[in-house]
T-cell receptor, first 114, second 116 residues
Framework: GDSVTQMEGPVTLSEEAFLTINCTYT??????LFWYVQYPGEGLQLLLK?????DKGSNKGFEATYRKETTSFHLEKGSVQVSDSAVYFC?????????????FGSGTRLQVQP | NAGVMQNPRHLVRRRGQEARLRCSPM?????VYWYRQLPEEGLKFMVY????????ESGMPKERFSAEFPKEGPSILRIQQVVRGDSAAYFC??????????????FGDGTRLSIL
């Protein structure tokens, strides 16, 4: 079945550092890929998405590129802020299976220090 | 607030009681999904519903759990005879009903269920 693997956290960075959170996936079909962010005590917010190979999703300075050859969708940001501290989830949906359920990774907690 | 609305935000139940969690989708959305998040883990899919229909319940436990999305009113996730292992955050998401299955799902703030 489909699965998503993320790097384990927590990831602790200083403000203005470069961020990479790795995400790889396995899927039966041709999935769509998502990054969601969860702030403490809140639900998940869609951060960015990509629906086909070589697409780059971007939002709020975050970027991720859909790499079919490496089955990856790594999240990057050039300069993190304290307000970026949250848990980040990589997820996929696999329309080829006929299912709309999202499959999530286990999440990566990011802590940004001033 | 036009977002996905869940209530209650926090729910405490004793073992053996029933828990009812409610979800109103975003305006214009007719697809509802329920996910469960155990502490320090990712979200696990439970069930996908459209109005008056369960489309995919492959993630639902076989016993004690049920879900509905009636023609009128919110979607309800019902847990009967709760046990300590049911303690988790339960998230509802919604998406538009038409066309593209790649439409992103929009999440509510969740219901945090605690079993004493």
């Amino acid at each position: 079945g489909d699965s998503v693997t993320q790097m384990e956290g927590p990831v602790t960075l200083s403000e203005e550092a470069f961020l990479t959170i790795n995400c790889t996936y396995t899927a039966t079909g041709y999935p769509s890929l998502f990054w969601y962010v969860q702030y403490p005590g809140e639900g998940l917010q869609l951060l960015l998405k990509a629906t086909k190979a070589d697409d780059k999703g971007s939002n709020k300075g975050f970027e991720a590129t859909y790499r079919k050859e490496t089955t990856s969708f790594h999240l990057e940001k050039g300069s993190v802020q304290v307000s970026d501290s949250a848990v980040y989830f990589c997820a996929l949906s696999d329309p080829g299976t006929g299912r709309r359920a999202l499959t999530f990774g286990s999440g990566t907690r990011l802590q940004v220090q001033p | 607030n036009a977002g996905v609305m869940q209530n209650p935000r926090h729910l405490v139940r004793r073992r053996g009681q029933e828990a009812r969690l409610r979800c109103s989708p975003m305006k214009g959305h007719s697809h509802v999904y329920w996910y469960r998040q155990l502490p320090e883990e990712g979200l696990k899919f439970m069930v996908y519903l459209q109005k008056e229909n369960i489309i995919d319940e492959s993630g639902m436990p076989k016993e004690r759990f049920s879900a509905e999305f009636p023609k009128e009113g919110p979607s309800i996730l019902r847990i009967q005879q709760v046990v300590r292992g049911d303690s988790a955050a339960y998230f509802c998401a919604s998406s538009p009903g038409d066309g593209d299955s790649n439409q992103p799902q929009h999440f509510g703030d969740g219901t945090r269920l605690s079993i004493l």
